[in-house]
Every structure is written in C-alpha cells, then in structure tokens.
C-alpha cells in the first residue's frame, strides 16, 4: 500500500517492544529543530533507529517536515534507503583508509544530481575545505565531528538526525564545534532531530524540546518552559539540571 499524501509539521508515533525495555510514544511538531532529551536509557537512540527504518517490527507511523517515511496502519513504508536521512550516531565513524575528501564523497553518493551542490554547502557552512586531503589520524577531535556532520550533509538529505554530536568532545572542543551546529541550523533550513543530554546545549539549539522517561513521553514544548516544568524537575539529577 501506499504512504499517505503528505500534510503539513511531523509526527512520530512508536510502539516497540524488546526484552526489558518498551518504547510508547506519539507526539507531534511544526518547529525545524526538535531536541530529544531524556535520561540514558530513556529511549532517545531507538526512537531515531526507528526513524531510520532500523526496527521493522516496530508499530510506527513517522512523518517528517510533511513526507511520511512509514504508516504501519497503511502497511506502507520507504526503505532505510529511501528515507534520504543524514544521521550522525553517538560515536560516528569515519573510513581510516580513506582522506577526508575520500570519505565525504562516500556520503555524496546518495546525493545523486545534486551531489556537487550538497557538498561544496556541507564543506562551506563546515569550513572544511582546508582539510580535504587530510588523514582522519590527522584530525583533532573537532574536525573528525564537522567531518562526520559533512559526511552527513553531502548525501543531500531530507532530514538530519544527530546523536549526541557533542557528548565526547572536552569542553573546549564542543565549544568550537557549536558554531558549526548552529550555522547548519541558521543556514541550511533542515529539519534536525537532535539528542543531548546537556540542558543549556537543548536551550541554544532547540525550537521545540521532547522529554523521554522509561520509554514514555513526559513533557513536550518550548525549550525554556519544558526543562523547569513540574513534569521534568523529578529528573534533573539523572538529566544533570
């Protein structure tokens, strides 16, 4: 069967069941930065999975900036690699025997006509040019992230989900590579799906902040209203508030 028409904002409705742990959530959202915010284990990364099309036992309905991506109800849903989405996991890996020029042109492969175009943008807002035929031994800690940000961006995607980008950089390098999240943000006009477990990072980035608990949604809204509501001060130790 056939995806429904596509409709304004996103949705994401999921229930996904695996031993010991339960994801059961549906929510909705207009805003082009979404932040997911929760504590560990709380099911961030698997609803992305599941974005992603990683759990097709899952019960899942997903629309994103307006396209649906899957109607479990329908029977219909798009191949992971047809959801033409840019994902950067919590530990991204880049090829050590490719240089960086080498390794973002793995990502613009999926890019197709507009290869060219999606990857002098992601080396552009990245400021990466001058580390094109470089070794990835030969980069720092913040330029292996704005290389996997770019290697995310060169495939042209519909949407760009991100995983914790900043949790293992030092305080110093997250602070150089912030910028580049924001400009992605400012000058790209991407729909991103952001994870972070750090409330000042969710305030500068977030247009709309989701808090998961256990599986469950437990407040959705502005950024500065949800991370001091009622609903999320029972976990501000274990979300470092």
């Not at 029977?75 to 490719?98: C, I, K, M, S, Y």
């Amino acid at each position: 069967m056939s995806l429904p028409a596509a409709c304004p904002g996103s949705l994401v409705e999921i229930e996904f069941r695996r031993p010991q742990f339960e994801l059961s959530v549906k929510f909705e959202w207009d805003e082009q930065v979404l932040v997911l915010f929760g504590p560990s284990g709380s099911g961030k990364s698997t609803l992305l999975e599941c974005l992603l099309g990683l759990h097709p036992s899952a019960h899942s309905r997903f629309r994103l900036d307006g396209r649906w991506l899957e109607d479990h109800d329908a029977g219909a849903r798009l191949r992971v690699e047809d959801r033409a989405l840019g994902w950067v996991p919590q530990a991204p890996t880049l090829f050590p025997h490719l240089d960086v020029a080498e390794n973002l042109a793995f990502g613009r492969r999926r890019a197709g006509v507009s290869a060219e175009s999606a990857l002098a943008r992601a080396i552009d807002v990245l400021e990466i040019g001058h580390l094109l035929g470089r070794r990835v031994d030969e980069l720092s800690g913040g330029e292996r992230s704005r290389v996997a940000l770019g290697r995310a961006l060169a495939s042209g995607p519909r949407a760009l989900l991100l995983d914790e980008p900043l949790a293992a950089l030092d305080v110093a390098l997250r602070a150089r590579v912030l910028p580049y999240l924001l400009r992605i943000r400012d000058e790209m006009d991407l729909p991103i799906v952001y994870i972070t477990h750090d409330a000042d990072e969710a305030m500068l980035i977030g247009e709309r902040v989701t808090v998961l608990d256990r599986g469950r949604l437990v407040e959705s809204g502005r950024p500065r209203e949800v991370l001091w509501s009622r609903a999320v001060l029972p976990l501000a130790e274990a979300l470092g508030i």
